[in-house]
């Protein structure tokens, strides 16, 4: 295995992040998951993440990926800096289903802008719902600039979780900031293996 890169899955609370890692990690995921506390919580579910998801999976024989979810909850916030530390990119998940949570993920993607400059692709979650919202409709209402990939997402499908994380893949390569993700590979490999840029 030659590079291991970070990848960070964040978005708001119930997005789909722990499901999204699930899906598509090779190893039993490790999570953090506790019995939801406030009645509003409880309403939409029963865990929530309180410190994180962490999984991993390759992707060529040279490339594997690290993958960590943060907990969706502002409260638990104090965590995002400590998970966003030499990521790679990251994936914004959105509750297509839920726009009563669109200010809370704006908040968030203004927050990850000043925490780390790597770039970002948002996933429209939880497409298989009748009452979600196409990714042109979420874009619009979240007013996400028209060069940052919005993708469909089904986070229960690892298929659909598969071409998300290839799409972020192809838009740090597109990004030129190859600097910044360059900086962030961990080489596990000899030398020898080291790339030449
Ligand atoms: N229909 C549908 N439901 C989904 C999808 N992804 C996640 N869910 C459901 O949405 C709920 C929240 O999923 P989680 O993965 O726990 O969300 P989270 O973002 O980790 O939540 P927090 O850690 O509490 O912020 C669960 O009931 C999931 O089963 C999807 O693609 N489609
Ligand atoms: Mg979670």
Redesign the pocket.
């Known amino acids: 295995m030659k590079h291991m890169l970070k990848i960070v899955v964040t978005?708001?609370?119930?997005?789909?992040?722990?499901?999204?890692i699930?899906s598509i990690s090779d190893i039993d995921v490790v999570d953090t998951?506790f019995k939801?506390t406030t009645n509003e919580?409880r309403g939409?579910?029963s865990?929530?993440?309180v410190a994180l998801?962490f999984g991993t999976i390759v992707i060529t024989p040279s490339l594997k990926l690290y993958l960590f979810?943060t907990?969706?909850?502002v409260r638990f916030d104090y965590m995002w800096e400590e998970l966003a530390t030499g990521c790679i990119g990251y994936v914004v998940?959105v509750?297509s289903c839920r726009p009563a949570y669109f200010a809370e993920t704006q908040h968030l993607m203004h927050r990850f802008t000043e925490i780390t400059p790597a770039p970002f692709v948002v996933a429209a979650?939880?497409?298989?719902?009748p009452a979600a919202l196409p990714p042109m409709y979420v874009r619009r209402r979240l007013g996400i600039p028209a060069e940052i990939p919005v993708l469909p997402?089904?986070?229960?499908?690892r298929s659909?979780v598969k071409l998300v994380l290839i799409s972020l893949l192809k838009h740090i390569t597109s990004y030129g900031a190859t600097s910044d993700a360059e900086d962030n590979v961990v080489d596990d490999a000899p030398s020898s293996h080291a790339s030449s840029a």
């Open positions: 978005g708001s609370f119930a997005a789909g992040k722990t499901q999204f699930r998951d939801t919580e939409l579910k865990e929530t993440t998801d979810g907990p969706g909850q998940l509750d979650n939880k497409q298989d719902d997402c089904v986070a229960s499908e659909s």
